[in-house]
């Protein structure tokens, strides 16, 4: 099964981004059959720029592999196999900034308005591209359902759905026995998720004795850090000897507790293991990692050894023999992650091609929607097993695998098999 979010790396770019609440609405629909021809299908692919100036200005340093490339060798196979119901597809590729909220706004009004594609693939957020009623497979950080027509279909479930699993599946492993729980979340954004983990944990009938949200000024380290430090001094005082961190919380408590050196340090769980990987790659004291259990919907050493995926990784080379493409290795830092465009074009695409096909020649917003949610037991590159979707659930669930840090290897190792909530 596809990870929640491929790009592992995504946690550090969404740091340097303030959110895209402020993408401005649609003035008006669009039309349901946007970007679809007798013979064509638009796609938009609005892919995160780690090449961006702005971006190196903060020292950042990413080698995602050359996505552009990843995504035209697979699109001109698809094409020479006869497209898509004798559609051929037409992509709109464009690199985006991560830095601030205006070049993802630029890129949702390019493709969906100006270049006017039928569907987007695996953009950062997929929120823009809805609310122009332009369907999205595989955005980054899965949407959960749309208020609109529209919908994001990912092989990831959002927090919403993935977290009751994740902690049903740790509290059957033990992890919350004889605890008393404190909840942190590292973000005012986080509070939702906050509420509903809580609640989640209620239904589980495991103690949670305290909560509390940093925050402090997004930026301000010095703010963030004293908060931290008062955080800590509650939940000392409450009695919690186990804290569960929320969203963004599960980068933001280990990097708190380093820079304070702080002398509590309870055994933790992160529910979002791409927050948590992000901590790994940083400058965090692995004694503040030691000690946590998260999961993932996949191991990803399994996900790049899939046989799919390999066969991705064959057509890619075929047509871009310069391209490098590393295999995947936990150890490797995000300089040398160059299997990611694979990872991202390969699986999104597939499922892209396995949707459309479904919802046959009239291919409108509403028959690619409702052969989405009729998808059962479909194997994309990268699964464990095969995905399925159902109505008004545009992702699939699967099982978890478990996975904590290893200070040897200073990465996360996940485990073999996957267990069920």
């Given at each position: 099964m596809m990870n929640r979010n491929l790009l592992v790396s995504a946690v550090l770019l969404a740091a340097v981004m303030v959110g895209t609440s402020?993408?401005?609405?649609?003035?008006?629909?669009?039309?349901?059959?946007?970007?679809?021809?007798?013979?064509?299908?638009?796609?938009?692919?609005?892919?995160?720029?780690?090449d961006a100036a702005p971006l190196r200005a903060l020292g950042v340093?990413?080698?995602?592999?050359?996505?552009?490339?990843?995504?035209?060798?697979?699109?001109?196979?698809i094409n020479a196999h006869g497209g898509i119901n004798g559609r051929k597809i037409v992509p709109y590729i464009v690199a985006v900034n991560p830095v601030g909220t205006a070049p993802a706004a630029t890129a949702c009004t390019q493709l969906t308005e100006d270049d006017a594609v039928f569907v987007v693939i695996a953009p950062l957020q997929a929120t823009c591209y809805l609310e122009h009623n332009?369907?999205?497979?595989?955005?980054?950080?899965?949407?959960?359902?749309?208020?609109?027509?529209?919908?994001?279909?990912?092989?990831?479930?959002?927090?919403?759905?993935?977290?009751?699993?994740?902690?049903?599946?740790?509290?059957?492993?033990?992890?919350?026995?004889?605890?008393?729980?404190?909840?942190?979340?590292?973000?005012?954004?986080?509070?939702?998720?906050?509420?509903?983990?809580?609640?989640?944990?209620a239904k589980l009938h495991i103690p949670v004795v305290t909560t509390a949200v940093d925050t402090a000024p997004q930026g301000d380290?010095?703010?963030?850090?004293?908060?931290?430090?008062?955080?800590?001094?509650?939940f000392?005082?409450?009695?919690?000897?186990?804290?569960?961190?929320?969203?963004?919380?599960?980068?933001?408590?280990?990097e708190g507790l380093t820079a304070n050196q702080s002398t509590y340090n309870p055994p933790w769980v992160a529910t979002n293991e791409e927050d948590f990987n992000g901590a790994v790659g940083a400058v965090d004291d692995p004694a503040y990692l030691s000690n946590v259990v998260t999961?993932?919907?996949?191991?990803?050493?399994?996900?790049?050894?899939?046989?799919?995926?390999?066969?991705?990784v064959h057509i890619i080379k075929a047509a871009y023999p310069s391209d490098q493409i590393r295999a995947f290795n936990a150890a490797l830092p995000e300089s040398e992650e160059t299997?990611?465009?694979?990872?991202?074009?390969?699986?999104?695409?597939a499922l892209f091609d396995?949707?459309?096909?479904?919802?046959?020649?009239?291919?409108?917003?509403?028959?690619?929607?409702?052969?989405?949610?009729?998808?059962?037991?479909?194997?994309?590159?990268?699964?464990?097993e095969p995905i399925s979707f159902g109505p008004n659930r545009p992702y699939a669930l699967d099982p978890i695998y478990m996975a904590h840090y290893d200070p040897s290897t200073k990465a996360v190792v996940y485990a073999n098999t996957p267990v069920t909530g």
């Open positions: 402020g993408v401005p609405r649609a003035s008006a629909a669009l039309s349901a059959s946007q970007g679809v021809t007798a013979t064509t299908i638009r796609i938009g692919i609005p892919y995160v720029d780690v340093s990413i080698n995602f592999g050359n996505v552009p490339d990843a995504f035209n060798a697979l699109i001109d196979n332009v369907p999205v497979v595989g955005s980054i950080y899965p949407s959960g359902n749309s208020p609109t027509a529209a919908q994001d279909f990912s092989p990831t479930a959002p927090a919403v759905a993935l977290d009751p699993l994740e902690l049903s599946v740790f509290d059957k492993q033990g992890v919350f026995r004889h605890k008393k729980v404190a909840l942190f979340g590292g973000d005012s954004a986080d509070e939702p998720e906050l509420a509903a983990v809580q609640s989640d944990l380290q010095a703010a963030e850090n004293a908060q931290i430090a008062s955080i800590v001094q509650r000392k005082s409450d009695s919690a000897d186990e804290v569960v961190a929320v969203g963004t919380g599960a980068a933001v408590w280990p999961a993932s919907p996949l191991n990803p050493t399994e996900l790049w050894n899939n046989a799919g995926m390999q066969r991705c299997w990611t465009a694979v990872e991202e074009a390969c699986p999104y695409l396995d949707i459309a096909t479904a919802a046959g020649k009239n291919l409108t917003v509403s028959s690619f929607v409702h052969a989405g949610y009729g998808l059962r037991g479909v194997v994309i590159p990268g699964s464990s």
